[in-house]
């Protein structure tokens, strides 16, 4: 295993392939091509580094141009793309999950989590967070999003969110994020989960324009204490969010503070 991708794992880092096809198998129609291709993908990934575009093709009975169709809809560049991803996505479950329930020195890896929250809890901004909660309230349309693990906790914000009678979109897909953002008005909340703050870079990566960003108010809520982006307008950082033990659990974290600080400022609003 090269260094990169054994670091990769062992921060809980996986490529966003897997991730791809496992939400094209919860969402496409089994009968579809894209579920065909994406199911064949996740099932033969330990044995697919250095196939050709043409084996995948003749394996799902389908043409090169349909693969090629599935890259860019997957959010990839091309199938050279794809075969980078093949090669570093394979699980590794000794190094992927390298927190033991014990430790050697007798913490269970619920005790790291329950460190990890109270790490966080420090380090919220909370006057961020409600600032927040009162341009959720403001605006006529927010999306939420994130990519892989990330779009967990965009959903359960959702979820949170509708409770307080506010009516959110959370899309998941990449083509249907890039539509969402290509759709979105001047003014548009935009409240997005990414732990290296390039989302959008991968996002506008193979079509769309990036500049579309300028005319709506994004707020980043990520593990990049460096990120300075001329399209994010505000940031909320989440600290050490980098191994199994705490990503996505911060991110989830902190949906559910922002979803709670939202129902505060509505019960105050609506007395």
């Not at 075969?83 to 000794?94: A, F, T």
Request: glycine letters at 4%; charged letters at 20%; aromatic letters at 8%.
């Amino acid at each position: 295993m090269n260094t990169k991708l054994r670091n990769d794992v062992r921060q809980g880092i996986l490529h966003k392939l897997p991730y791809i096809c496992l939400e094209l198998l919860n969402t496409e129609n089994p009968e579809s091509v894209d579920y065909i291709i994406a199911r064949y993908l996740v099932e033969h990934i330990y044995r697919l580094s250095g196939v050709s575009i043409q084996d995948i093709a003749d394996a799902c009975s389908v043409s090169k141009s349909t693969i090629s169709r599935f890259c860019r809809k997957a959010g990839l560049e091309d199938f050279q793309e794809m075969k980078d991803e093949l090669y570093n996505s394979r699980p590794y479950r000794d190094v992927m999950f390298n927190t033991p329930l014990v430790s050697e020195n007798g913490e269970s890896y619920l005790q790291l989590v329950a460190k990890q929250a109270l790490a966080l809890d420090q380090a919220l901004d909370y006057k961020k967070i409600s600032t927040l909660a009162s341009e959720i309230y403001t605006a006529n349309n927010v999306l939420l999003m994130g990519s892989m693990q990330a779009m967990n906790p965009a959903v359960n914000l959702q979820q949170d969110l509708f409770a307080s009678d506010k009516v959110t979109r959370a899309p998941g897909m990449f083509s249907l994020q890039l539509d969402a953002l290509t759709r979105a008005k001047a003014g548009d909340l935009v409240i997005c989960f990414s732990n290296s703050g390039s989302f959008f870079e991968r996002l506008f990566m193979t079509s769309g324009d990036i500049h579309k960003l300028d005319q709506l108010k994004i707020w980043m809520i990520t593990g990049n204490e460096n990120l300075h982006l001329p399209y994010i307008n505000e940031t909320i950082l989440v600290p050490d969010n980098h191994s199994y033990v705490s990503h996505p659990m911060q991110f989830n974290l902190t949906a559910r503070v922002i979803a709670i600080s939202y129902a505060e400022y509505t019960r105050r609003i609506e007395k």
